[in-house]
Structure formats: structure tokens, C-alpha cells
């Protein structure tokens, strides 16, 4: 049966105060099933990285609960955060951020190490992955040898290496050519649904945006269903 991994109740978001003063998000809901793909389409300003942010445990809301796989993370002090999102969250970002100095190998070992899985089996986790990804054959290469398109599947590679219960991607397909986003959005669709995660992707690429089972936007502070 499917359960909400992912669950945002009231929550507000504001910067700055007084004439500075930005409402980002005012008492939003947002509630994402294990397995569901959830596209976050908006403009410019509007408010979609606040939202990935708020969800993966980077920032905190300031009043509203954000539920992953069931804990409320209100209460939880900074290392119970970092141990809650390290252990269910994974991140890819529009620019993937792979460490430059480690193979493509080592940046997917790398967090599994850190979550305390051993060498070999961190190792076989990380193969089985890129090679569902389409990636195996440049395991041994650094980031600067291969392709964007290549660069972001390892992105995505590292970002599932742990079985994150909730997958968050930011405009990752943002500077891809045609065919190469259509190939990384098609894998992160794969992990997502195969993988049983709970999947909220910001795009500007409406064709992507389509493939989910849902698309939604942000108005007035409110995260609201949107068809395109
Ligand atoms: N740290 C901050 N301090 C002040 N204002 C901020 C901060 N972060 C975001 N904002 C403001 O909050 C609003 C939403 O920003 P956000 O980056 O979430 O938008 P976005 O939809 O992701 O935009 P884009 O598509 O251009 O990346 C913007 O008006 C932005 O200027």
C-alpha cells in the first residue's frame, strides 16, 4: 500500500522583514506517496527552491510541519536533521555538484561510506546504479571526462545510492540539451518508481513535467494542482 513518504502541513516560508519582507509560502500542503512523481512547475521567483529546500531538510519553515516517512521534523535539533535527511532525503541539483578529484565510481561509493555501508558493498550498490543508469562503462572516469548528460546520471547515481525514501531534483535537466534531459528525467522516473520513493522534480520543461503522475504549482503561498 502506498504511504505519504512526504508530507508538508501549513507550512510558511518568508525572507526579510518589514519592506524586504517576501512571503514565499503561506500555510502549504504538499503530501507525496512512496512511488508517486510529483513535478514542480512555476516561474522564475516563484518559489520552487524554497520548496525542494524546505522538503530535503535544508532550510526550516517557519511555522508548519514538514513529515518524512512519517517523523515530524519540527522539534528535531540540527544533528537529528542532518541524520534524518542523510538517511532518507537524496538531492540532485541542476549543476551536480560530483566531487572533481573522485571518479564517477567514488563519488557514488562515497555517501554510502559515510551511512556506514562497507567498501563492498557500497562498491556493488554503486555499479548496480550506474549501470541502470546507462553510466558503468565511464565508472572509472572524473567528472571533467564525461558529458553533462553523463555527469547528471551520476548526480542521480549518488543522489539514490542510500535508498532515499524522498528524491528531490531541482531543475535537473535545466542546461541539457533536448534528448539528453529526456534521457536523465527518464532515469530519475525509473529510480523513482522502481525504487518505491517518493519523487518532487522542479522543472521548466513542460514535455517532462507531463510524464508525472501529477503537476503542481505555487500561487499565493499555496502549493496547488496545475495542468499544463
Ligand atoms: N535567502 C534569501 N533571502 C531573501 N530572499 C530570498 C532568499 N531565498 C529566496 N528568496 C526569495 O524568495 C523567492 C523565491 O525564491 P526561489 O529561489 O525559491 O524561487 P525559484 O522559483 O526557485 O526561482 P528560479 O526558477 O529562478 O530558480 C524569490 O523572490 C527570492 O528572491
Redesign the pocket.
Known sequence: MNKPHLRLTGVHRH??EGE?L?R?LEAADLTVESGELVALV????????????LCGLLESPQAGEIEIVGQPTSRLGDRARTRLRRSTVGYVYQFHHLLPEFTALENVVMPQLIAGRSPKQAEGRAMELLDLLGVAQRAEHRPAELSGGEQQRIAIARAAANRPRVILA??PTGNLDPETSDRVFAALEGLIRNEGAAGLI?T?NHDLARRADRIVT?KNGLVVPHTL
Open positions: 525572507y526579510g524586504r517576501v514565499v512555476a516561474p522564475s521567483g516563484a518559489g520552487k527552491s524554497t520548496l525542494l529546500h531541482d531543475e522542479a521548466h505555487l
